[in-house]
Every structure is written in C-alpha cells, then in structure tokens.
C-alpha cells in the first residue's frame, strides 16, 4: 500500500513543472501566429509590389548596345505609364514580341529629315542631342523628308550606327497602345544609380 502510495505520488507533477509547460505552450502558439502572420504579410507585400511592376511602373533590363552611352546593356531601369511622351523622352514599347528601349523625335504630324552627317532635323529645325557621342545615319529605309503619321511617335536609338528604329521600316513609328512606359530611373549599376535623361 506504501508502494503504491509512492508510485502515485510520483506521477504527479510538480506546479512549477506544470507552469514551465503552460509558458512553453504559449509561446509556441504565440510563435505560430507570428510565423503565420509574417507569412501572410510577406505574401501580401509580394503580390503588391507585382501589381505595381506590372500596372504602374514595369522594372526592364536592357539588352544590346542601340541606347549607349545612355543606357549599358544589363542595366536595370524603371519606367512609368504615360501616355504623353515628349520629345527627348525615352521609352520601352512592344515590337514583335521584344520590348524595345528608344528616345521619341517626334511626334505625329512633324516632319523628321536626316542629313548625310547625321544631324536630326524637326520641322526644320536641328535637334540638341547632347546625349549623342558620334552622329550617324544609320540603317535608314525611308523617304525623307518624314511626316509622322497620326496617333505614332517617330523614335531613334542614342547609338545611331547600330540603332534599328523608326529610320526603318521594319520598325516604322510606334503607336501608344505599344508603349509599356517612360524610363525614368536606373536601379542599376549602382555607379549609373539615378535619374535617367
């Protein structure tokens, strides 16, 4: 009977065992709503900032040389949606199944002429292209003079020796419905970090 007294006695567990359990209980629930909460948080702030990149402001990385000394192949840039474009803008827009990055010209209804040195001409008057390190005038398939048709944006690389754009017309001019945005900023290299012009 002694025995057995014992034993029962030494079942039951102490109260600050039984507190130490209790806290540990609490904590791994208060842990799960934390983790949980966390999760769904991060979750969230994901699939907004997707929402964002494909709404309001795409993320593009360029590829090739037509935009240098202005843009570097593997830079990382961010471009908003606008649909007023003016000229010196530059901006990415939708050609057979590529994202094209190019500087407007023109817009519709001007009149675009190229001389033989390269030098861009607006309704007569020569463009300030301090943006351009050598002038060139490239791969250019049109009749010039060029009046810009209706409702389309006359567009050219900064690199014109090697630039396919609107002097082509494969390229031709670019209509708004095919603009993904204007850049406006390079994340990256961080040496280029900054507004972009």
């Not at 969230?44 to 040389?65: C, D, E, F, H, N």
Request: glycine share 6%; aromatic share 8%; with cysteine.
């Amino acid at each position: 009977m002694a025995r057995e007294k014992k034993k029962n006695e030494q079942q039951l567990p102490e109260l600050s065992d039984l507190e130490k359990e209790l806290a540990r209980e609490k904590y791994r629930n208060r842990y799960g709503r934390v983790l949980r909460s966390t999760i769904y948080t991060l979750i969230t702030v994901a699939a907004i900032a997707i929402l964002v990149a494909t709404l309001w402001m795409p993320v593009l990385q360029i590829y090739g040389s037509s935009m240098n000394e202005t843009l570097q192949d593997g830079d990382i840039v961010l471009s908003v949606k606008d649909s007023h474009m003016k000229s010196g803008d530059i901006i990415a827009f939708y050609y057979n199944n590529k994202i094209l990055v190019k500087r407007v010209i023109a817009q519709a209804g001007d009149w675009v002429n190229i001389d033989s040195d390269g030098n861009v001409y607006v309704n007569d008057v020569a463009l300030e292209e301090p943006y351009i390190s050598n002038k060139a005038f490239g791969e250019c398939d049109i009749e010039l003079p060029y009046q810009v048709p209706e409702n389309r944006i006359f567009v050219m690389g900064d690199h014109r020796e090697v630039s396919i754009d609107s002097r082509s017309a494969t390229v031709g001019c670019v209509a708004e419905e095919q603009i993904v945005g204007k850049l406006v900023f390079r994340a990256w290299p961080l040496s280029g970090f900054g507004s972009i012009r």
